[in-house]
């Protein structure tokens, strides 16, 4: 996790000590500059010995306990020259917690963009996204407030390795403290990798124990420090390396502690992290995903960000700083343009500068061939030279240390350690004085002084590697590597398939010539092995994304079987797969993969130049035609750098084919575009949102788009703006390709509408979907869409500030259909109580009704409600939510209750005893109630009770984030046990149930087929609990969300 500076113990002085091992003080080399785009080696000038005589007087606590910090800072942060190198940083958006069985994307809008940011915009855009889902989630704003100070002064931080995380950090604490020189703030930097894990310590002793600062603890003085920062808004606490804690209890629970309580520091870190202590302090957790995936959703922070590495713009400037002339800046880059690995690679700051050095000091014949060629190019630099005076085996022992310290999760090591591997006080100089010449800058490999780390985890993985393949036993290296498929691994198994490759094995001979060939064979085939079992176990295809017929996405298998997608584990086992070829480069290695993967292979999220170009190398070799679907309608995914125009030239060249095509936020080329489009025949689903689409590009793309000869199932061009009538006509001539058309936000004037409406109205075939949401529709632009009503499905025009005025005509229209629209919303339009009496004339002709956020009162509700009782066909679907019904509004809807299958009531100012007549005339329905939603509803006991007496005829009920506890649901659960028949589904998620209830769950589940309940609050005994009872049923319960407490 980049480098560590934490040098000693808490109650150790920095200076010129010098431990028995390493004879020489060194702390004594001049401080080098430090750039923030660089790897993140580097040397720092030694802090003068305190010497200062202990504070007894309480009100100099908080000055000394700054100068503690302020100490550490200028470590951390180092000196700048110039501006730093950017890196580019997103907000990462993960699956989040939502109410299952939402139609999510088929019912409202998906924010679909990833928002760029800075380093000091982080806590600020993490407070935005808090107070946004605090609207969402929270009932009264007492709760609002509470979410937010819990999870808007919490960010994560994640990249792979190398990828300048660390980097992002010590940047994000030079701009904080520049900006703050003057207040009373307080700047903790903690690495975690320099914990015991096992001792228990104080909350100060846990943010100062990488501080080279003396701080002699008292308990007094302690505690009051700890009372002075208690409730500080002005505290910033940068947790550095979760990958490198031995933390063996992070997917656990862990118990509640005060602020002066001792503890183990996984528990202090967990109840920082949750807000149990120092709630108002703005904390940063740094890690690779792997590892900030095992943490439990209790502590893992709701805002996340991601490092993306360097963008083109950036690499060019960090080659600028390491090319010492315009010459060899040229040179460089002509090396790398023809060498398309080393270019993939270079968005990585750490291998970017160590391919660039390497593409500069070697022979402009060598290419780089992969990661591992890189790095052992570099030793094998260092040791042939004339610096380096230990003898070749001695690398072995170094190479033993990296392994054990690995199997044992453990990455700062002590004396004994290094004695244990048969490291001596001069083996110790020697690797001490081992440095990697990098443009300006000399990187050691190993650092440190009492307590000695690898200056970089990479270095760590890379001497592992060594020590596994020439070696480790391979009976031991197969228990330990090849068993585990966890991200803590993946960097140590891609360079052992480096090592596969000829050139690199030559290289290595040179450094250890006694390399036992026959082992290296039997090696070779346990990676053989393992590669292909992988290869079995993909199985990503996104086969769920959409259904045929469009209706299908409303029964309730198809919604479990989104649900149960969009929640999946990060799965990484394609691109290692790839990576594995790529860096072996050997052809057995690539057949073997690209043989035996599935027909149909998912690209998703954000998809890495490093992760496209090994995806090209197996491509290229595959025989068999892979169908190929990149990202999802709801998920849509995002390519790096220049990434796509490898990937579609690939495409272009293969038997392979894109079959959906899902990119948002992306400016493609013209090129990219035209390589598109001769994909353009085979996609079956086509996601260009927000990507600047050009009335040229337009152009192109639909020169081809003629040429299919089946419709399209999905074309979505929402938030191309910039598009012109004429281009809209171009697309309206190519409508009957088309079976489902979004464009949202796209400045859809009413003669672009009126285009398409007399393109619609001509079509053969009716069209299953049409999306306009966020065009602004006037009433000229609704008369238009009236004429074709008759031959659209689906309409929706959400958020398009339709008035009550406006929406007469199109009811008029949907009045008069001969048969009924599936589907109509109007969400998000101020139609209020004129609109509502217009759309009571239609609802006979609308199988789904969506008027939520439509400002319609409860008294209004009853002439809806006259209609919809009068109806000879039940209406599927009416969704009220987030209109001021109150008790008069669900009082009126009680007298069509019986004429509704599915009714959504959401942030309807309601409580839980003005649900009683809605409740009493679902009890005394014919048939059961398909459907009954409440959400951020404040139903309490009394709701629970009123629901629990006509639970019986409901077949699928959502009662989430309803101020429901612990002790109100325990009647509810009783009534369920006791039904005759099951429910097909129950979402009780963000109630605060906790495990008082888990017993009284346990024994309805028996009547339950689907339950959704994430945020109850259970500890991992009230899980288990919960899991064993539904595993012990003849047909166990399918349970959503249970590990999401």
């Not at 595959?622 to 579609?648: C, H, Q, R």
């Amino acid at each position: 996790m980049g480098s560590n500076q934490s040098k000693l113990e808490s109650s150790t002085c920095v200076g010129t000590s010098v431990d028995p091992l390493h004879k020489k003080a060194r702390y004594q080399i001049c401080g080098s500059s430090v750039c923030f785009g660089d790897v993140h080696q580097n040397f720092y000038n030694p802090l003068p010995q305190q010497q200062q005589q202990e504070q007894k007087d309480e009100t100099n606590l908080f000055q000394k306990l700054q100068q503690a910090t302020a100490s550490k800072l200028e470590e951390v942060i180092g000196t700048q020259d110039g501006q730093p190198v950017p890196l580019d940083v997103v907000h990462e958006t993960e699956p989040g917690p939502e109410e299952f069985g939402t139609l999510g994307t088929y019912q409202t809008q998906i924010n679909h963009h990833q928002r760029h940011l800075n380093a000091n915009e982080v806590f600020q855009a993490s407070k935005e996204a808090a107070s946004a889902d605090a609207e969402a989630y929270c009932i009264n704003n007492e709760a609002k407030n509470h979410f937010v100070r819990r999870h808007g002064n919490v960010v994560g931080v994640v990249g792979i390795a190398g990828i300048g995380k660390t980097t992002f950090a010590k940047q994000f604490l030079k701009e904080t403290n520049e900006d703050s020189r003057n207040d009373e703030s307080l700047k903790f930097f903690v690495s975690l990798r320099d914990f015991d894990f096992d001792r228990e310590i104080s909350v100060l002793q846990f943010l100062l124990k990488s501080s080279t600062f003396l701080w002699k603890y008292k308990s007094e003085l302690d505690a009051a420090c700890l009372e002075k920062i208690a409730d500080s808004s002005s505290v910033l606490i940068v947790m550095d390396g979760l990958d490198e804690a031995r933390i063996q209890t992070a997917s656990s629970t862990c118990p509640v502690m005060s602020l002066y309580e001792r503890a183990k520091p996984d528990v202090i870190l967990k109840n920082l992290l949750s807000g149990n202590i120092l709630p108002k302090a703005k904390k940063m957790l740094v890690s690779r995903p792997g590892a900030y995936q095992s943490l439990h959703p209790e502590y893992k922070p709701r805002f996340t960000v991601k490092v993306v590495g360097l963008d083109e713009n950036s690499q060019q400037l960090l080659c600028m700083r390491i090319c010492p002339s315009i010459q060899s800046l040229s040179t460089l880059q002509m090396r790398l343009f023809a060498n398309p690995t080393a270019k993939a690679l270079c968005f990585i700051p750490m291998f970017c500068k160590l391919i660039t050095s390497y593409a500069l000091r070697f022979d402009s014949g060598t290419d780089v061939v992969s990661i591992a060629d890189v790095f052992t190019s570099f030793v094998l630099d260092v040791v042939k030279s004339q610096h380096f005076n230990g003898e070749l085996d001695d690398v072995l022992k170094l190479a033993e240390l990296a392994y054990e310290g690995m199997i044992r999760d453990k990455f700062m090591f002590d004396i004994s350690d290094l004695k244990a591997c048969g490291i001596s006080a001069e083996c110790l100089e020697t690797f001490i004085n081992l440095q990697v010449s990098m443009s300006h800058s000399q990187v050691r490999v190993l650092d440190g002084e009492k307590r000695y780390y690898f200056s970089h985890l990479t270095w760590q993985e890379y001497f592992s590697a060594i020590y596994i393949m020439f070696v480790a036993k391979q009976k031991a290296w197969k228990e330990t590597v090849l068993a585990n498929t966890n991200d803590r691994w993946e960097m140590v198994q891609r360079f052992l398939y480096g090592f596969l490759n000829a050139k690199v094995e030559r290289k290595l001979s040179n450094i250890f010539p006694s390399i036992l060939k026959q082992d290296l064979g039997e090696k070779r085939q346990e990676l053989m092995s393992f590669c292909t079992n992988m290869a079995k176990e993909y199985k990503e295809t996104a086969e769920t994304d959409f259904k045929e017929p469009l209706t299908d996405i409303y029964s309730l298998q198809h919604m479990a079987a989104v649900a149960k997608f969009k929640h999946r584990p990060v799965d990484t086992t394609l691109p290692k797969l790839c990576h594995f070829c790529n860096e072996a480069k050997d052809e057995v290695v690539t057949a073997t993969v690209s043989n035996a993967l599935p027909k149909t292979i998912l690209l998703s999220r954000r998809i890495l130049p490093s992760d496209v170009a090994s995806l090209c190398h197996v491509l290229e070799a595959s025989t068999n035609p892979i169908a190929i679907n990149v990202g999802m309608y709801s998920e849509p995914a995002f390519f790096g750098g220049k990434s796509l125009t490898m990937f579609l030239q690939t495409i272009a060249d293969s038997p392979h084919m894109l079959r959906k095509f899902h990119i948002c936020d992306f400016i493609l080329s013209d090129y990219e575009v035209q390589l598109l489009s001769k994909c353009l025949p085979y996609i079956t689903e086509l996601t260009l949102r927000n990507c600047y689409l050009s009335s040229s590009q337009f152009r192109t793309l639909f020169t081809d788009f003629r040429k299919r000869t089946i419709p399209m199932t999905l074309l979505d061009l929402s938030e191309n703006s910039s598009l012109k009538l004429c281009d809209w006509k171009l697309l309206c001539e190519n409508l009957h390709l088309v079976e489902r058309l979004t464009l949202v936000n796209c400045n859809l004037t009413a003669e672009i509408v009126e285009c398409f409406a007399e393109t619609i109205t001509a079509l053969h075939l009716p069209m299953d979907w049409l999306d306009l949401s966020e065009n602004r529709m006037d009433k000229l632009s609704l008369a238009y869409l009236s004429i074709c009503l008759h031959n659209i499905r689906q309409l929706h025009l959400c958020g398009c500030n339709v008035t009550g005025d406006d929406v007469e005509i199109l009811c008029d229209a949907v009045a008069h259909l001969l048969k009924p629209m599936q589907l109509l919303s109007l969400n998000g339009n101020p139609l209020e109580s004129r609109g509502a009496l217009e759309i009571s004339r239609c609802v006979g002709k609308v199988e789904r009704l969506l008027l939520g956020q439509c400002n319609v009162p409860g008294t209004i509700m009853e002439i809806l409600a006259s209609a919809i009782s009068s109806l000879d066909t039940p209406m599927v679907m009416f969704n009220v939510s987030a209109n001021p019904l109150g008790r008069e509004g669900i009082q009126n809807l009680s007298v069509c209750v019986h004429n509704i299958q599915e009714l959504w009531i959401r942030k309807c100012d309601v409580t839980g005893r003005d649900l009683e007549p809605l409740t009493v005339a679902i009890a005394t329905r014919s048939t059961p109630m398909e459907w009954l939603r409440f959400s951020a509803v404040e139903l309490g006991q009394e709701g629970a009770d009123n629901i629990a007496k006509c639970v019986f005829n409901i077949r699928c009920l959502s009662i989430c984030n309803c101020a429901i506890q612990r002790n109100d649901i325990l009647g509810f659960f009783d009534s369920v046990a006791q039904l005759s028949s099951p429910m097909d589904f129950l979402n009780i998620s963000d109630n605060l149930l906790a495990d008082q209830v888990s017993s009284g769950l346990s024994k309805c589940l028996h009547n339950i087929k689907y339950l959704w309940m994430h945020g109850c609050g259970f500890s991992k005994s009230g899980v288990e609990q919960v899991k064993e009872a539904a595993n012990c049923l003849d047909q166990p319960t399918k349970i959503y969300g249970l590990d999401m407490q």
